[in-house]
Each structure stands twice: as C-alpha cells, then as structure tokens.
C-alpha cells in the first residue's frame, strides 16, 4: 500500500475494485479545513472518468503495472495484433485501448503496452507518427504565408489536417496526441 503523496498523473490505482488511470491530481488547502488531494481518474475498463478526494496521507492501493514496447503488426476485426519483440509472441489488443488513434496506426510501429499480469491494461501509440499524404488538395506556391489548413487523407485512411504548402506524396508527422501537423520528413 502506498499513500497519497506517492500517486502522480499517469499513475494506475485499484480504486473500487477497479482500474482507474489518474488524469489530473491536485494538493489543496482550503481556509482552515484540512488538507486534501482532488483526482481525476479514468476508468481503464469502462473508459469513464471518476472525480475523488483522497485526506493528505490516505492509503490507497498502486496497481503493480509492466510497460512493454511492442511492435503493431496488422489490424484483425475489432482488434489489433502485435508482437512482443524478446520472444515474438502475438497479442491480440483490443482496438477501442488505442482509441482514435488507431486510425494513425501502421505496420512496424512500435507501441507501448501496460499489462496487469498477463491482461494488457492500456496502449499508448508512439507519441509522433510519420505518414504519406494520399490525398489533399494541390498546393499553390505563395501558401506559406498564412496559417491556414486542409484537410489531407494519410495512407492509413485517416484524415488529418496539414497546412496548405503540403502535397500529395509528401511524407509529414502527426502527433497522436491531438491530431496536429508537426512538421515534415525530410
């Protein structure tokens, strides 16, 4: 068991019997009241977002969870398979833990895995992904001035949105994140 002040924003708690991913945590100190911690929590399972407050120095429950980078192989249905690159097992993830992001996804990627035991928990894609421009309308030379966007369709059937100088052909890096133009590949 660990307390309060070892929980951070990303942590994993059993909260309720749950797993629940802490997406905000702050320390307050109201006028003369105690002090005490104010979580935003994430359901892993339901995907639902829980509010709480936890006393300066409660004992809450860390989940013991094992990061693995992984290699994204193909989609299967509602799932996606990947491979462990130390012993080349395939794992079948459902698609719904990488969310929309899935859509960015392709062959050869590495991602990242949390697994409680032997059940994968969570996925995380690669932070900034590199990926060619199937489709988008041409560009016209002058459209650098302004910052203006339109819409682009990548090669993994996505659409994203890239500034007006970007062309069909054109290699360029997406952050997962939000979904933003971050530059191009040389």
Known sequence: MADTGDVRVGTILRYNGELCQVTEYMHRT??????????????????KVVENRFR?????????????????????????????????????????MFGQNAQLMKEGMAVKIAFEEDNPILAEPPTFVELEITYTEPGVKGDTATNT??????????????????????????????????????
């Open 56 to 96: 300066a120095g409660e004992e809450v429950e860390i989940a013991r969870v094992e990061f693995k980078e992984m290699q994204f192989i193909y989609p299967e249905g509602d799932h996606m398979v990947v491979m462990d690159n130390d012993t080349y097992e395939q794992i079948h993830i459902p698609k719904e």
């Open 149 to 186: 966007l339109k819409p682009a369709k990548v090669e993994t059937g996505a659409t994203v949105n890239v500034p007006l100088f970007v062309n069909i052909g054109e290699v360029v890096k997406i952050d997962t994140r939000d979904w933003s133009y971050a530059g191009k590949v040389k």
């Open 30 to 47: 109201p006028g003369n009241l105690r002090a005490f911690y104010q979580a935003k929590m994430k359901n892993l399972r339901t995907g």
